[in-house]
């Protein structure tokens, strides 16, 4: 039946997520210094797990977490949350329901030099 499949599609509520390259390679260079420099695999892996669920859980309720109040990214509608000692940052386009992972960073590190 149609009416199903629209119904469906209509209720879905979730949101899709997607990666910047830029986080994609902070992915990669977070899972690299901890499993070579820390000498720590298994936490390397449970970093970057805990990140991905964490980043996972924005699909449902992506409005959350704050935006950024500095004037560099308050244009840009960008939201800010932290896992562990890391801060993730995302912005949501609506339109597309969908969820934009701009970055990772460590949290003592000056994103604020870095841009987005």
Same mark, same amino acid.
């Given at each position: ?25 902070? &992915?990669? /260079? ?6 070579? #420099? ?7 892996? @449970? =970093? *970057? ?22 004037? &560099?990214? /308050? ?6 949350? #932290? ?7 995302? @912005? =949501? *386009? ?23």
């Amino acid at each position: 039946m149609i009416w199903k499949k629209e119904w469906k599609k209509w209720w879905s509520l979730d949101y899709k997520i997607e990666y910047s390259q830029e986080a994609s390679l902070s &992915l990669e /260079s977070i899972y690299k210094y901890i499993y070579y #420099n820390l000498s720590s695999p298994s936490a390397a892996a @449970s =970093i *970057i797990n805990g990140i991905l669920s964490s980043i996972d859980s924005l699909s449902t309720l992506p409005y959350r977490h704050r935006k950024l109040d500095d004037e &560099l990214f /308050s244009k840009k509608d960008i939201r800010i949350f #932290n896992y562990e000692n890391f801060l993730i940052l995302y @912005s =949501i *386009i609506e339109k597309e329901r969908l969820i934009l992972i701009v970055n990772i960073f460590y949290e003592k590190y000056n994103y604020q030099i870095e841009g987005i």
